[in-house]
């Protein structure tokens, strides 16, 4: 070859992977999604008189990880633990692999107060990606952990932080006279700070959460027969709904909270309600020999789907509030049944049988695509996160049953051991009003 | 005269030996029936003499003497006669040796002559030959000549030729050498071609190897956000130093969501030290990386 | 274990109450034949045949009144034949005693979402009243509940434990 024709052909080889002129191209079609790794590191207390009781770094560490989203490194593997940025040598936790690092103190303030503060870090550009100075009580503490899991939730992944709301769940076991104490719970979304609201020797269902998370609906037996109650949670009082002959169940509120649908069995078979909360007046939706129960209402309050074995089998249907006629909503097994709306409207959950086997599945309504998110035999109440992270449920653990809770993309799976006792029904709080 | 000889040497050969067989025969007679020799006085185209009386008596006692001269000569004549006789048969007989030996001689000349004619022949002939021969050879030399004329011009062409041929072969031998040598020359610049080409194909294949093993790399340490993703977009260029080592990387094309372009980065720079061919020679192909993140494909 | 336990008692308290009862004394065997019911807090019963049944009829074991709990096939609210004859003689037993009232409780296994299976066991339930009604009893004697799957007599996961909460319980409040 030429010794022209060489040279121009050493050049156009350097210009073609030159700086600057185009870089080498690689085309990067699929990852591994799995949770984000985060680093927390033990919030510092020492100023503190008395110290703290709350390891607010493990709050903020549980929360992150139930979420499914993110994978908190062991406190074993921190090679340092500093807690404030000065202190902070970011290659420690590249060596690591932590994609975030987490570090605050507790610092003592007016009054007996404290304030928390907390910086979160892009550990490989080495930046600050958001900080805050909390301040908070003594007993105030979790909730002030669970608000800058939120923060940092928020910050990591786009959503809103479901933390700092709450579950509301039945438990039944022997009480103290060895027949079965039937209660209903009120515990922070982690299940810690259990409250009981109510306590019953005949059983009590179907908790059902106001729009603004102040009062609690539920099915009670006392009396031998069932009857609706709506409890305003910070008070206690409660107040019964009008009791019809046959069933009062399935109380579900309106986003709006105008009114509640629920399930009546007064004029023959189980149909759905609605009770208007300021006029106290019935209106019923569906008219059918069937059974037609366990009503939910769309976020835009314009729909309610339900449970109908209209069609031979349970199968849930969707109705205009308005009334008029049922359309089919489930296509897929013989058995649908409990639905409810995911946050966004996009989807809805509902109990679904396959092989026997009862399981959580979430339909996508714009497409009919049908996906099974739990894996348990006998799999049942599920309740959306008001976030749409997650759905907590209650499945079957040995003779027990027991809360669990799946990501909305059915991938990552925990179980909730919150107590002795059976736990069911749970029914997740909105977002908290502030 | 020599040049008659020359011009025509047969004929004045030819005629010169016929004038000496001439004057041969007349000078010793040639026998040519029988013995009877008549001799006869060599006719010799003598002038005649007149003789007179005086003499006539002179002639008469001449005769007489002569007579008897004549008797004596008679005898004497006879005697000469017979001695003549004698000597004319020994003349004869001489000249029957003579010209036995004359025959002979004759033979012999003849033969001589027949030899010589032969000879003369055979010279002419030999002369014709050697003429001939001479011709011959003269042409023959001629030939030769020319042949050898013909043959060194011949040879001279060959040779000219042959040195043409030589210096052509040579020049073609040349040339072809030139043009082997080119050839070598181009067969070693293709080869050397072939050799860059392949060295090139080769350090493709090493770009795109190692591309690959990049690309596999970013992708185990690539955590997209979870949710619908396909269809978002997102360049990074990335600056590397020897060993694999990220000194920089910036997104250059955003997907329009904040969280799918930090997963991104993210990846490229966990990914680090990306992997790199151990020759340093090779390092230039991968100093700025560009990663087009395409989820879904 | 609870309906049991209630009716155990009240057969204990009818046989305390014996000299209370309302049927008359001549069906007691041994015992003190008072009619007006006071005999010191206790009856005896002879150990004979079921026409020598000295209790209460819905406690007597060969009557078919004893036998208050009828069950179900799976995801059915049909009462199967075999409990027909029950369910006649509680008819039977009901209209010729206006004053009793009795309450009908469904229930059904814990497969399932819970409130339809309330919806479900309701079903069961007012089968059953229809039946009672179809034999006499008036609707004022009979109250259908509906349990669902909140109340299981038996906790398991297997085809027995189901069969057992697959149930109408028969309750006599009075009794």
């Avoid at chain 1, 835009?300 to 009334?323: A, C, E, L, N, W």
């Avoid at chain 1, 097994?333 to 396959?354: E, F, L, Q, T």
């Avoid at chain 2, 006692?61 to 005697?79: F, G, S, T």
């Avoid at chain 2, 010589?116 to 001629?142: E, S």
Wanted: net charge positive.
């Amino acid at each position: 070859m030429s010794k022209l024709k060489r040279l121009g052909l050493f050049l156009s080889f350097m210009l073609s992977f030159s700086a600057w002129g185009g870089a080498l191209k690689i085309e990067i079609t699929q990852g591994v999604s799995s949770a984000q790794p985060i680093a927390i590191v033990p919030f510092s207390s020492d100023q503190v008189v008395g110290g703290v009781m709350v390891d607010i770094a493990q709050v903020i560490s549980d929360d992150l990880a139930r979420s499914g989203r993110f994978k908190p490194l062991s406190r074993l593997d921190m090679l340092s633990k500093p807690s404030s940025s000065e202190h902070v040598n970011f290659r420690n936790w590249q060596v690591l692999g932590q994609d975030n690092l987490v570090v605050g103190k507790v610092l003592p303030a007016i009054g007996g107060r404290l304030n928390i503060q907390f910086q979160l870090f892009d550990v490989y550009k080495g930046e600050q990606l958001t900080g805050f100075s909390i301040p908070a009580s003594q007993s105030g503490l979790r909730a002030a952990a669970h608000r800058i899991s939120d923060l940092i939730y928020e910050k990591l992944t786009g959503q809103k932080g479901a933390f700092s709301t709450r579950i509301a769940y039945v438990t039944s076991m022997p009480g103290r006279t060895g027949a079965v104490e039937y209660k209903i719970q009120v515990a922070d979304a982690d299940g810690f700070g259990a409250k009981t609201i109510v306590t019953s020797s005949e059983p009590v269902m179907s908790p059902a959460w106001s729009p603004r998370g102040d009062k609690l609906s539920y099915v009670s037996y006392e009396g031998r027969r069932s009857s609706i109650y709506t409890q305003t949670l910070r008070s206690g009082q409660r107040e019964k709904l009008h009791s019809f002959k046959g069933i009062n169940g399935a109380p579900a509120w309106s986003p709006d909270a105008s009114q509640l649908a629920l399930t009546l069995s007064k004029d023959g078979s189980a149909d759905i309600y609605v009770y208007n909360v300021i006029t106290r007046s019935f209106r019923r939706l569906t008219r059918s020999y069937a059974i037609d129960t366990e009503p939910s209402w769309s976020p835009d309050g314009r729909h309610i789907i339900f449970t109908s074995d209209r069609g031979g089998k349970p199968q849930i249907y969707r109705i205009p509030v308005s009334g008029g006629k049922a359309e089919r909503l489930s296509f897929e097994g013989v058995y649908n049944a409990r639905a409810s709306y995911s946050p966004d409207g996009k989807r809805i959950i509902m109990v679904h049988r396959i092989n026997g086997q009862y399981r959580i599945a979430s339909l996508e309504l714009a497409t009919g695509f049908t996906s099974i998110l739990s894996n348990g035999s006998l799999d049942e109440s599920p309740s959306y996160a008001p976030n749409g992270s997650m759905i907590l449920y209650s499945t079957s653990d040995g003779l027990k049953t027991i809360l669990a809770a799946v990501s909305s993309d059915g991938k990552v799976h925990q179980k909730l051991r919150l107590q002795g006792g059976d736990v069911r029904e749970p029914a997740w709080s909105p977002f908290k009003q502030y | 005269m020599r040049n008659i000889f020359k011009k025509h040497p047969l004929a004045v050969g030819l005629s010169v030996l016929l004038h000496l067989i001439l004057v041969a025969f007349f000078v010793f007679g040639v026998e040519l029936s029988d013995k009877k020799v008549v001799s006869q006085p060599q006719v010799n185209i003598v002038k005649a003499t007149v003789i007179d009386a005086s003499k006539i008596q002179a002639a008469a006692n001449k005769l007489k003497k002569l007579e008897l001269k004549k008797k004596l000569d008679e005898k004497k004549r006879l005697d000469q006669l017979k001695k003549k006789r004698l000597a004319e048969e020994k003349k004869i007989a001489d000249l029957k040796k003579k010209s036995k030996q004359q025959k002979e001689q004759i033979a012999k000349q003849k033969a001589d002559e027949a030899a010589r004619l032969a000879r003369l022949k055979k010279q002419k002939a030999d002369a014709k030959k050697k003429a001939d021969a001479k011709k011959k050879a003269d042409a023959k030399k001629k030939a030769d000549a020319k042949k050898k004329a013909d043959a060194k011009k011949k040879a001279d062409a060959k040779k000219k030729a042959d040195a043409k041929k030589k210096a052509d072969a040579k020049k073609k031998a040349d040339a072809k050498k030139r043009a082997v040598a080119e050839q070598a020359a181009r067969e070693g610049a293709l080869q050397q071609q072939l050799l860059e080409e392949q060295q090139e194909r080769e350090v493709q294949a090493a770009v795109a190897s190692f591309s690959d093993l990049i690309r596999q790399k970013v992708e185990r340490n690539w955590n997209p956000p979870p949710g619908d993703i396909t269809g978002l977009a997102c360049d990074v260029r990335v600056r590397l130093i020897p060993g694999g080592d990220v000194v920089d990387a910036r997104v250059i094309k955003s997907s329009g969501n904040a969280f799918f372009d930090r997963s991104v980065e993210l990846a490229t720079k966990k990914a680090a030290p990306l992997p790199l061919p151990s020759d340093s020679n090779m390092f230039k192909h991968f100093r700025t990386l560009e990663f087009n993140f395409r989820p879904g494909g | 274990m609870k309906t049991y336990q209630k009716l155990l008692a009240s057969l204990c308290l009818s046989s305390a109450l014996a000299g209370c009862s309302m049927l008359g004394g001549d069906e007691q065997a041994g015992g003190n034949g008072s009619i007006d019911g006071t005999n010191g807090g206790a009856s005896t019963s002879g150990l004979s045949d079921g026409n020598n049944f000295t209790g209460h009829p819905l406690d007597n074991p060969a009557s078919a009144l004893s036998t208050k709990v009828i069950y179900f096939a799976f995801d059915s609210h049909a009462v199967e034949p075999q409990y027909e004859a029950v369910l006649a003689a509680h008819g039977a037993y009901l209209a010729a005693n206006a004053g009793v009232a009795v309450i009908v409780e469904g229930h059904a296994d814990e497969r399932g979402t819970r409130e339809y299976n309330v919806a479900l066991s309701e079903k069961r339930a007012k089968t059953v009243q229809n039946l009672l009604s179809l034999q006499g009893a008036s609707g004022n004697q009979t109250e259908a509940v509906a349990l669902g799957e909140e109340k299981p007599v038996v906790l398991g996961h297997n085809e027995e434990s189901w069969r057992l909460n697959r149930r109408v319980e028969l309750i006599y409040p009075a009794h």
